[in-house]
């Protein structure tokens, strides 16, 4: 079974600050682990994902993150924080077998204040 | 550009009226999701396609069907719809592949119950 936890259901950073959401995971095999951004009003859409290779993986906007085994984490960075990048922002993963299901996490409400 | 579309983008319907959602892919992905998004929530499976087989998830009421006639198109059809059945309704489809797992996501369908 697997299971996504994401600390913090909202977080508040300063425009130009660090974006860090948290997500860990449990999963009973190598999982694919992906970031999801929701706009109001919208359905979701890919940031980034993780699935071989690389464990540190950029996605689109200037996000990245970082894919850390011995931690089961996989937090998502943003260096510099722009008004746009408010939304709210799910963790998901996957097992890695046909019709793969994704089990989301709660979900982090990310407000960019000016 | 490829895309998954969902129509309409908002419907009302009232307590009680059998109501259609339909969605449309041209990924010509071979897995095809609903799922039901509660305000402040993450989004909930409520079935998936793969290919033609129909997979239900064991919590989700007999009063939500679906109907998947070719590859492109899938419909949710809420048979009797409560006043909890408010919520935004999202489509995704993916690629069942070994290096892929993503799922891309309509801009969902927000179904109000009156």
């Known amino acids: 079974a697997q299971s996504v936890t994401q600390l913090g259901s909202h977080v508040s950073v300063s425009e130009g600050a660090l974006v860090l959401l948290r997500c860990n995971y449990s999963s009973s095999v190598p999982p694919y682990l992906f970031w999801y951004v929701q706009y109001p009003n919208q359905g979701l859409q890919l940031l980034l994902k993780?699935?071989?290779?690389?464990?540190l993986v950029k996605g689109i906007n200037g996000f990245e993150a970082e894919f850390k085994k011995s931690e089961t984490s996989f937090h998502l960075t943003k260096p510099s924080a722009h008004m746009s990048d408010a939304a709210e922002y799910f963790c998901a993963v996957t097992g890695r077998g046909s019709a793969r299901q994704l089990t989301f996490g709660s979900g982090t409400q990310l407000t960019v204040l000016p | 550009d490829a895309m998954v579309i969902q129509n309409p983008r908002y419907q009302v319907t009232q307590f009680g009226k059998p109501v259609t959602l339909s969605c449309s892919q041209t990924l010509n992905h071979n897995v095809m999701y609903w799922y039901q998004q509660k305000s402040s929530q993450a989004p909930k499976l409520l079935f998936h396609?793969?290919?033609?087989?129909?997979?239900n998830e064991a919590d989700t009421p007999d009063n939500f069907q679906s109907r998947r006639p070719n590859t492109s198109f899938c419909f949710l059809d809420i048979r009797s719809p409560g006043l909890g059945d408010a919520a935004m309704y999202l489509c995704a489809t993916s690629r069942d592949s070994p290096s892929s797992g993503e799922q891309y996501f309509g801009p969902g369908t927000r179904l109000t119950v009156t």
């Open positions: 993780y699935t071989t290779g690389a464990t």
């Open positions: 396609y793969y290919d033609k087989d129909f997979n």
